[in-house]
């Protein structure tokens, strides 16, 4: 079975949604975890917008990389450029991927506005985790 890890700054908004497809895109092909290099807690506008769409990420925990330092992955897909330029070096076989996702956290402007920027986000992690899931699980 393979190990995926999602990697972000927080770990509460672009990797938990990441974590909820490819749990999802994956079944019972992969272990999927996430992780920051610093934790934010589940944002609930990402809980939200998963719900949507038929995925709840309400039971995820946010977590931090050190958490994982001793589990051998497969995968680690970091989901924004603050996390890979920080991302620790992991003695693993571990295969490195990298999408720098806008961060729906940051969105700015009325409710729907905002709603708007998740769901982009959400959007473009969803047709990302899809088509690695199909590629790599």
Do not use: W
């Not at 992780?35 to 990402?46: D, L, Y």
């Amino acid at each position: 079975m393979k190990k995926v890890l999602v990697l972000c700054t927080g770990n509460s908004c672009r990797s938990q949604i990441a974590e909820g497809y490819l749990r999802y895109f994956g079944g019972s092909k992969a272990e999927i975890y996430s992780a920051g290099v610093e934790t934010h807690g589940v944002n609930p506008k990402a809980i939200s917008i998963m719900a949507e769409d038929g995925i709840d990420i309400s039971g995820h925990t946010s977590n931090n990389i050190t958490e994982y330092a001793g589990i051998d992955f497969d995968y680690v897909i970091t989901v924004c450029d603050h996390a890979k330029e920080r991302c620790p070096f992991f003695p693993s076989k571990a295969q490195l991927f990298h999408e720098n996702f806008p961060d729906p956290a940051k969105a700015t402007g009325t409710e729907e506005e905002i709603k708007q920027q998740f769901l982009h986000a959400r959007n473009l992690i969803k047709e990302y985790t899809k088509a690695f899931a199909e590629k790599y699980l």
